[in-house]
């Protein structure tokens, strides 16, 4: 009996986005920040999304809700192609996308209260009274843990960690199937960061929420993810369940990747870091074939020449790379 996956809530074909630089079309270069991903996100899934600072994760998080804009590649949400939709069709699409930001304080407006920002989803997407719509956030405030009368408070009233909470109300207001989290308790303390991620999980468990969730620190994604996608200059180089990453990852990157995390070790014996060689190519100028060759102790001529494509190496597991390790 052969198990069927549901469809994707989110499917990305060949995604790319480029950003021009220079003032002049004599002077003008590409960045790459991300080059031809294809990927599917499924519903109820946790993905997170992990890779160096720069590798473009935040820029395909804002991609995945149409914050920002494709260069080339399509973007489907529940099997609709909206890659080039308009604004206005986009409008009814919004609220079953939201994103979450890294910093709270950048993301609400300093100069309005916490009730105005909330209700801002429901003046511009339901036909609600004014009681009505401060029923609904009061709701929203109790639900991630604050209190009723913080609604009439300003955004620097609060600490960061509730900051956040404030944002994740204001994301999950129109009851979203999908929520992007880019780095969401990078900036907090390690104690706050642990209360974010389990109300994150709540939220999950009680309204069926898909997440894109984006960090740096590997330990948070193996804690709160079900699947890991790994990302190296703008491409995807592995994705698979995350007790595979983490247990036997097979792209050199990902391995060199987890070597960096500590782990505590009874005997007192330092886990061995794999320190990759050569510096981090620019975006401006990516190498050819693998991006990753220069820097991999694993490459021939062919990673040179010859780009990777994702091969399934394992159930739900895949690598882009022509001399993938054992595991």
Do not use: W
Request: hydrophobic share 40%.
């Amino acid at each position: 009996m052969t198990e069927t996956r549901p469809k994707p809530l989110v499917r990305t074909s060949d995604l790319s986005k480029h950003y021009p630089v220079g003032r002049s079309l004599l002077q003008r270069r590409i960045v790459h920040a991300v080059e031809q991903i294809s990927l599917d996100i499924f519903p109820g899934e946790t993905l997170g999304i992990v890779g160096e600072s720069g590798c473009g994760k935040s820029t395909l998080g804002r991609c995945l809700v149409r914050l920002t804009e494709i260069t080339s590649g399509a973007l489907e949400f529940e099997g609709l192609d909206i890659t080039k939709a308009s604004q206005r069709q986009l409008r009814p699409i919004r609220r079953q996308m939201q994103m979450v930001f890294q910093d709270p304080a950048a993301s609400l407006n300093p100069r309005r209260r916490v009730g105005d920002l909330l209700a801002d989803p429901f003046r511009v997407h339901e036909k609600l009274s004014r009681s009505e719509m401060m029923d609904r956030v009061e709701e929203l405030l109790v639900r991630v843990e604050l209190l009723p009368e913080h609604a009439q408070r300003f955004p620097h009233e609060f600490s960061g960690g509730q900051r956040q909470r404030i944002g994740i109300a204001r994301a999950l207001a129109l009851r979203p199937r999908l929520i992007v989290a880019d780095e969401p308790v990078s900036a907090l303390d390690v104690s706050i960061q642990a209360q974010i991620i389990n109300l994150l999980c709540d939220l999950r468990d009680e309204f069926n929420l898909t997440y894109v969730f984006i960090a740096h620190d590997l330990s948070v994604v193996r804690q709160f993810s079900s699947r890991v996608a790994v990302m190296y200059m703008g491409s995807i180089v592995e994705t698979g369940p995350v007790d595979a990453i983490f247990s036997a990852p097979r792209h050199h990157y990902t391995i060199a990747l987890r070597s960096a995390v500590p782990v505590p070790d009874v005997d007192n014996r330092p886990g061995q870091r794999i320190m990759l060689k050569g510096d981090l190519p620019s975006p401006l100028d990516p190498p050819s074939g693998c991006r990753f060759h220069t820097r991999c102790v694993a490459a021939t001529s062919v990673c040179r020449q010859e780009r990777p494509v994702l091969s399934l190496v394992d159930k739900n597991h895949f690598v882009a790379c022509h001399h993938p390790s054992a595991g």
